[in-house]
């Protein structure tokens, strides 16, 4: 059974969850990249990312160079903007009209995960999501999220 994570993160808090989870499982992994990234300044880095996530834009990715036919699981991971999913995840998945997965989501934030995992489950109608969890303040409190991540992948059947 192959698997692959698939993230975007402007911060790298969803990188480390991505990185630490793939490694843990033995899965592939898939950084989206915009070809235009948003100010990494704030605020203008929380305006601009939440506005593009309440206008629910798609915005052109960097090309990549995987077949998601090749995947059985697929573990989908984003930061939460404007309390749901971030744009470059919102145009891979309507790039890839993804069906018949088993899927694990994974978010990453700071105050809530407001109707991130609600909006990725509708995104992701025709698939069968096992698992969801989220991971608050990763960088600052990086030792309790590494090891909720580590008792996650223990605990799980499916990784």
Same mark, same amino acid.
């Given at each position: 059974?192959? =698997? ?24 592939? /992994? ?30 052109? !990715? ?20 404007? %309390? ?7 145009? %891979? !998945? ?7 997965? =088993? ?7 700071? +105050?809530?995960?407001?109707?991130? %995992?609600?909006? +990725? ?8 999501? /096992? ?29």
């Amino acid at each position: 059974m192959k =698997k692959l994570v698939i993230f975007y993160s402007l911060n790298n808090n969803t990188k480390f969850i991505a990185e630490k989870l793939a490694q843990g499982i033995g899965a592939d /992994i898939l950084e989206l990249k915009p070809e235009k990234e948003i100010p990494q300044k704030e605020p203008m880095q929380h305006l601009s990312g939440g506005k593009q996530a309440m206008a629910k834009e798609t915005p052109r !990715l960097q090309k990549y160079n995987i077949s998601l036919a090749d995947y059985d699981t697929l573990m989908i991971g984003t930061p939460v903007w404007a %309390f749901t999913f971030t744009p470059p995840l919102r145009t %891979f !998945l309507r790039e890839n009209q993804i069906k018949n997965k =088993k899927i694990i989501l994974f978010c990453t934030y700071d +105050l809530l995960k407001g109707m991130t %995992f609600n909006n +990725l489950r509708k995104e992701l109608q025709g698939n069968d999501i /096992i698992a969801e969890i989220g991971f608050r303040s990763v960088l600052k409190k990086q030792e309790e999220n590494l090891k909720k991540l580590q008792d996650f992948i223990k605990e799980s059947n499916f990784c």
